[in-house]
């Protein structure tokens, strides 16, 4: 199906786990993101990715790592988790609204991830 | 860094009340989107605002962008309980990154 998709929508782990939450889109959309969305913080930003095999990172990238081999495909990993990192995690890839118009995000389903 | 702020952070209102909700950013802004997230749903893009001072209308929202490009606002007019849902305001400077705000839930009483 076209769109963005996450993997899995739901996640329970223990701390020091390795953990990698999947998302896959199938617009080719050059840019793709990756926030967590925490009680009063809003969505935060940890990595986002321009193209494949560039990525950079957001407001807080700290106890993650990105990787894009591929257009399609965005994972992020938490090394060695953390109850901190308790949260529900959204991708996002960037594409525009109609030929001419403005770009957007458009956001998969999310991943809500349990550390205990 | 960049800071985008929205207030209030919860609103309750009674159905067919009125309802508004405000973004500020510490920086001037390139353009500012608006999202809306039902509960257990995800961001969904409702409207961008380039312009200086732009207004933009869908059916019972409004949508303001401020003169000096730093804040803007979103009014329901006439809440309905489909209205629920939290509203995130995300601004850019770059068109890279998109700043969100913290979100506005809004609870709509029958």
């Known amino acids: 199906d076209a769109g963005i998709t996450q993997s899995p929508r739901y996640k329970i782990t223990e701390t020091g786990r390795q953990v990698t939450l999947m998302c896959h889109q199938t617009?080719?959309?050059?840019?793709m993101f990756w926030y967590r969305q925490d009680l009063g913080h809003g969505l935060r930003l940890i990595y986002y990715?321009?193209?494949?095999?560039?990525?950079d990172k957001g407001e807080v990238p700290d106890g993650y790592v990105v990787s894009r081999s591929k257009t399609e495909n965005f994972p992020l990993t938490l090394e060695s988790a953390t109850r901190s990192q308790t949260s529900v995690y959204f991708c996002?890839?960037?594409?525009?609204?109609?030929?001419?118009?403005?770009?957007?995000?458009?956001f998969g389903a999310g991943t809500r991830l349990s550390v205990l | 860094g960049q800071q985008v702020m929205q207030i209030p952070q919860y609103q309750h209102v009674q159905e067919g009340e009125d309802f508004t909700t405000y973004c500020n950013s510490s920086?001037?802004?390139?353009?500012i989107q608006w999202y809306k997230q039902r509960p257990g749903g995800h961001p969904v893009f409702l409207i961008q605002?380039?312009?200086?001072?732009e207004v933009k209308k869908q059916k019972r929202l409004t949508f303001q962008f401020g003169e000096a490009k730093k804040n803007s606002s979103l009014h329901i007019t006439a809440t309905q309980t489909t209205d629920v849902g939290t509203y995130f305001c995300?601004?850019?400077?770059?068109?890279?990154?998109?700043?969100f705000g913290t979100g506005t839930s809004l609870t709509v009483i029958p």
């Open positions: 996002a890839s960037r594409g525009r609204i109609g030929l001419a118009g403005g770009v957007i995000q458009y």
């Open positions: 617009w080719s959309h050059s840019y």
């Open positions: 990715s321009a193209a494949a095999d560039i990525t």
């Open positions: 920086t001037t802004l390139s353009n």
């Open positions: 605002l380039v312009k200086s001072g």
């Open positions: 995300a601004g850019s400077n770059t068109g890279n990154q998109f700043y």
